[in-house]
């Protein structure tokens, strides 16, 4: 169905003069060997004549991960090229695909690496009318999960108050100055009551038992493995700052929940001013201003972070909260923005 072709030509990260986080004048995707984000590293500008074709499959050959590429791209090191060679290779057809391919090397045995020849031997499993492969069936069925999805999203959004995109003049003038705004170093202790987390195994529950988040130290999902039933008596309060103990994952909790590493830590903000967005302000604080220090060889503990410092900003030489929601609230509609004029493209047609 495929041939299997190698880049044009290799781009070394540390080679690359700029990765751009967003698409600007004359970029293409850069593509790489991560299982996350549709394999995108950032979008590079180099020669187009070394770009891979549009409308191909990118193939990680070590993280086994295929990701279809709508618009041309250049690819990291390992990464091979999947070329139709079937004329119905349109969008939710390649898309369809890509999700065969996932499901079939799941089970891979491949250990650290594939070669061209076990990629070509790969077999996935498709729909078929009258012994040919139904294209047109993979077409429909994609557009009917598309279509399933923009409608819980748009619900979502209304329902959330994620609609509006539309910055206050508060929130614009919070975006402009705040290369002046001034900071200062706190001691982690003075803003928060630090906690040590619940210790309930993952042997002793039972997954998507019930609607409490399960919380382990994974920086997918915000750190929820599962949504269980539990004694209540081990039941740990949201409204907080969660932090994987071996990890140091950072994540705001809103809701009560279950945890299962006694070394995870739950920072309660003793600021009456807390909400969701000021906390989500300063869980990034910790995560920059403390990451760099823990790792699983050296994990923090609530004997280790009592003389860690963040820096906030400020008013009056206290920590100024306002400021910090206002500013999660603009970003917030500015990433927000082109998920709902999507939404509403979408819905036009």
């Excluded at 967003?22 to 995108?40: A, D, E, H, I, W």
């Excluded at 008596?233 to 009560?256: A, M, R």
């Excluded at 909400?275 to 300063?282: G, I």
């Amino acid at each position: 169905m495929f041939e299997i072709n190698s880049s044009k030509k290799i781009y070394h990260a540390k080679e690359i003069n700029k990765i751009f986080d967003g698409k600007v004048n004359n970029s293409f995707p850069y593509v790489v060997r991560t299982t996350q984000n549709n394999g995108l590293r950032g979008y590079i500008i180099e020669n187009e004549l070394y770009a891979n074709d549009k409308n191909t499959l990118s193939f990680a050959q070590d993280t086994f991960s295929v990701f279809y590429q709508k618009e041309k791209y250049f690819t990291g090191n390992k990464v091979k090229v999947l070329k139709a060679k079937f004329e119905n290779c349109n969008e939710k057809v390649m898309q369809y695909l890509t999700a065969s391919f996932q499901k079939s090397l799941r089970n891979s045995t491949w250990g650290l690496g594939s070669t061209v020849s076990s990629i070509a031997e790969t077999k996935i499993e498709l729909p078929i009318e009258n012994n040919e492969i139904d294209y047109e069936f993979m077409e429909s069925f994609i557009a009917q999960i598309e279509e399933e999805r923009i409608e819980k999203l748009e619900a979502y959004l209304e329902v959330s108050g994620l609609k509006d995109y539309v910055l206050t003049v508060e929130e614009q003038k919070a975006l402009d100055d705040f290369g002046n705004i001034e900071f200062e170093e706190f001691n982690v202790i003075d803003i928060f009551d630090v906690k040590n987390a619940g210790n309930i195994l993952s042997r002793d529950i039972i997954k998507n038992s019930g609607e409490t988040p399960y919380l382990c130290a994974s920086s997918e999902n915000n750190g929820i493995s599962s949504y269980i039933s539990y004694n209540e008596e081990y039941l740990d309060k949201g409204n907080c700052i969660f932090i994987g103990g071996k990890t140091f994952v950072v994540s705001y909790q809103e809701k009560d929940f279950y945890s299962n590493d006694s070394h995870n830590l739950a920072l309660y903000l003793k600021n009456e001013e807390k909400n969701k967005l000021n906390q989500l302000y300063l869980a990034t604080c910790i995560n920059k201003g403390l990451g760099y220090k823990y790792s699983w060889g050296n994990s923090i503990s609530s004997r280790k972070i009592q003389t860690d410092k963040i820096s906030l900003p400020i008013k009056n030489k206290q920590p100024n909260y306002k400021i910090m929601e206002t500013l999660i609230s603009a970003i917030q509609k500015l990433v927000i923005k082109d998920v709902v004029l999507y939404v509403e493209k979408k819905i036009e047609g």
